[in-house]
């Protein structure tokens, strides 16, 4: 049983930081690409910043020279380096990850449960 489980959320004013963590749990062989979505309220989900195995991050182009991914394959964790944010930033963040649980199985998709980032004075 894979698990993704994300800390670090919380309320902070703006133009303040937070570092959000995601580490994978369980039986794990491979973990592929790895990303952090948010969902605003009212809104459709979105991609806000991705990492593969290997080669560049991808960024929405709302956090670019904001938010840094960056992810540790030896603890199997992924974070966010969210830098000046903006109450537009206001949302739950979700992680993300393509894992092949055995050498034998197929590569599936795995989401954390999700923490909330607001953005306040």
């Known amino acids: 049983q894979v698990q993704l489980v994300e800390s670090g959320g919380g309320l902070v004013q703006p133009g303040g930081s937070l570092r959000l963590s995601c580490a994978a749990s369980?039986?794990?062989?491979?973990?592929?690409?790895m990303g952090w979505y948010r969902q605003a309220p009212g809104k459709q989900r979105e991609l806000v910043a991705g990492?593969?195995?290997?080669?560049?991050?991808n960024y929405a182009d709302s956090v670019k020279g904001r938010f840094t991914i960056s992810r540790d394959n030896a603890k199997n964790t992924v974070y966010l380096q969210m830098n000046s944010l903006k109450p537009e930033d206001t949302a739950v963040y979700y992680c993300?990850?393509?894992?092949?649980?055995?050498?034998?199985?197929?590569?599936?998709?795995?989401w954390g449960q999700g923490i909330q980032v607001t953005v306040s004075s």
């Open positions: 993300n990850a393509d894992i092949r649980a055995q050498w034998y199985s197929g590569i599936y998709e795995y």
């Open positions: 369980g039986s794990i062989f491979r973990i592929n690409a």
């Open positions: 990492i593969p195995s290997g080669g560049s991050t």
